[in-house]
């Protein structure tokens, strides 16, 4: 049964094939991802190894966990399942006091404001003014 191994405190500069021939000294690398930054493509610092058994995974823990490389300590031990993540829902329960979305209802009518209008009509009817009646085009009467 495959292992997948975390691989943590890496240089910037390791590769992936650096990681396969490190870790091939305690066994069959079945496959070696690092992780790099989608939009720059850099390596973001760690990677994810997998060996080929168990006892293959418990030995390149023992021999790695502390091992220096390019003057960078390394942290190895077993990758933990990936956590559930959510959606714009889950996203949502976080600023509900209840701790889940907010409720949208949509079977309520809204309150008519009456339009433009009743918001015009605030400012006068709009035919007086200082420049008279307004018109299309720009222009007074003359």
Request: aromatic share 8%; no cysteine.
């Amino acid at each position: 049964m495959e292992v997948k191994l975390y691989v943590g405190n890496l240089a910037y500069s390791t590769t992936e094939k650096d990681l396969r021939l490190l870790f091939a000294q305690a066994g069959n690398v079945t496959s070696a991802d690092l992780i790099k930054d989608r939009d720059s493509g850099q390596s973001k610092g760690f990677a994810f190894v997998t060996m080929g058994t168990q006892a293959e995974a418990q030995k390149a823990i023992d021999m790695f966990k502390a091992y220096s490389l390019a003057d960078r300590k390394l942290k190895v031990n077993a990758a933990k399942p990936r956590e559930e993540r959510g959606g714009y829902q889950s996203q949502l329960s976080a600023f509900s006091p209840a701790g889940r979305a907010p409720k949208v209802n949509a079977s309520k009518p809204r309150k008519e404001q009456g339009g433009y209008q009743s918001t015009l009509s605030a400012f006068g009817n709009g035919s007086s003014g200082p420049t008279g009646t307004r018109r299309r085009g720009g222009g007074q009467r003359h």
